[in-house]
């Protein structure tokens, strides 16, 4: 069946570090993907989405490219903040369109 | 304000004792769905429906039922709740069925079976 692979955490960075959280998923058909952030104590949250192949997805600096030939989806960011301290979830449609399919998220902690 | 209102944001209960989790949605979205997240485990679907009256199951559907007498709620109902059953549960919404749709969640209800 359709799966996500995100890797491990926690993630531990400095301010202005670099990030790259890696996902990786299996699914039939062309599924849309997504990342979704959790800040602590709130729900979940659309961080940014493709729906095909090398499509890019980006918002608060934040992006993401819809790799079909390695199955990927990594989230990239360039100097991360104190404030993006919270839980990265990526996700995958399933082919009916009637669910997410969730990796087991990943922690980052950003300290100052 | 666009949202998507769970209650209670905690709860804790016993063994068998009957529950329910309300979910409301004032967007007038079509689809509606139901989540449980456990630690190490992600987030996985137990109900979901995509319009009045119709609903049907996701992964984890054992122990849990759910109604859709009205579009903007949705309720999840526990009948004989049990230790296993202990997890966060989140309510989500989006305009209706389909690959490309954002989903709006619930802040959560965080439930605790002794």
């Not at chain 1, 729900?43 to 890019?56: S, V």
């Not at chain 2, 209650?7 to 689809?31: A, D, F, W």
Request: glycine fraction near 8%; charge should be neutral.
């Amino acid at each position: 069946g359709d799966s996500v692979t995100q890797m491990e955490g926690p993630v531990t960075l400095s301010e202005e570090a670099c990030l790259t959280i890696n996902c990786t998923y299996t699914a039939t058909g062309y599924p849309s993907l997504f990342w979704y952030v959790q800040y602590p104590g709130e729900g979940l949250q659309l961080l940014l989405k493709a729906t095909k192949a090398d499509d890019k997805g980006s918002n608060k600096g934040f992006e993401a490219t819809y790799r079909k030939e390695t199955t990927s989806f990594h989230l990239e960011k360039g100097s991360v903040q104190v404030s993006d301290s919270a839980v990265y979830f990526c996700a995958l449609s399933n082919q009916a369109g009637t669910a997410l399919i969730f990796g087991k998220g990943t922690t980052l902690s950003v300290s100052s | 304000e666009a949202q998507v209102t769970q209650n209670p944001r905690y709860l804790i209960t016993v063994t068998g004792k009957k529950l329910t989790v309300t979910c409301s949605q004032n967007m007038n979205h079509e689809y509606m769905s139901w989540y449980r997240q456990d630690p190490g485990l992600g987030l996985r679907q137990i109900y979901y429906s995509m319009n009045v009256e119709v609903t049907d199951k996701g992964d984890v559907p054992e122990g849990y039922k759910v109604s859709r007498k009205e579009k903007r709620n949705f309720p999840l109902i526990l009948e004989s709740p049990s230790p296993n059953q202990t997890s966060l549960y989140f309510c989500a919404s989006s305009p209706s069925r389909g690959k490309g749709e954002k989903l709006f969640f619930g802040s959560g209800t965080q439930l605790s079976v002794l």
